[in-house]
């Protein structure tokens, strides 16, 4: 895998490294926590092992990477080698996203997808406060 890895995944992902300090889910889960909502990370159970699952709201969130998840961003650039690999890669993790999502709903689960570029400091306190009001509405 590591080897498959572009020069331009790799220099993204270490630039990620040192935007934050901690990872996005921790970011989001200690957000969730300060303000009273608690949850299980990770759920094996569900489909697309969800980040965040808050049971009381029946609600599940998916903190996405821009990357890996091709949000409509900016962030997200094809790589410029192994393009065949990557565009089949990235491809593939869409529609799974898209198929474990549509299961879920059909679970009667709120999913929400909360997006790495969404937690940049300049907006994440406003990324932040929408997401809890999503999850208590
Ligand atoms: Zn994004």
């Not at 890895?5 to 989001?28: C, F, G, L, Q, W």
């Not at 299980?40 to 569900?46: A, D, G, M, P, W």
């Not at 474990?100 to 406060?129: D, N, T």
């Amino acid at each position: 895998m590591a080897d498959n890895h572009s020069k331009e995944v790799r220099s993204m992902n270490m630039a990620h490294i040192r935007s934050t300090n901690s990872k996005p889910e921790e970011i989001v889960r200690k957000y969730l926590f300060s303000k009273g909502l608690r949850y299980r990370k990770n759920v094996r159970s569900l489909p697309g092992k969800p980040d965040i699952v808050l049971r009381k709201y029946k609600t599940v969130v998916f903190v996405n990477g821009c990357f890996w998840h091709k949000h409509d961003c900016g962030r997200f650039v094809m790589p410029s080698s192994n393009v065949e690999y990557w565009t089949k890669k990235i491809n593939s993790n869409v529609k799974r996203d898209k198929e474990q999502s549509e299961l879920l709903k059909s679970q009667g689960w709120k999913v929400i997808v909360i997006w790495e570029c969404q937690l940049k400091k300049k907006i994440r306190e406003q990324s932040l406060l929408n997401l809890y009001e999503e999850i208590i509405k």
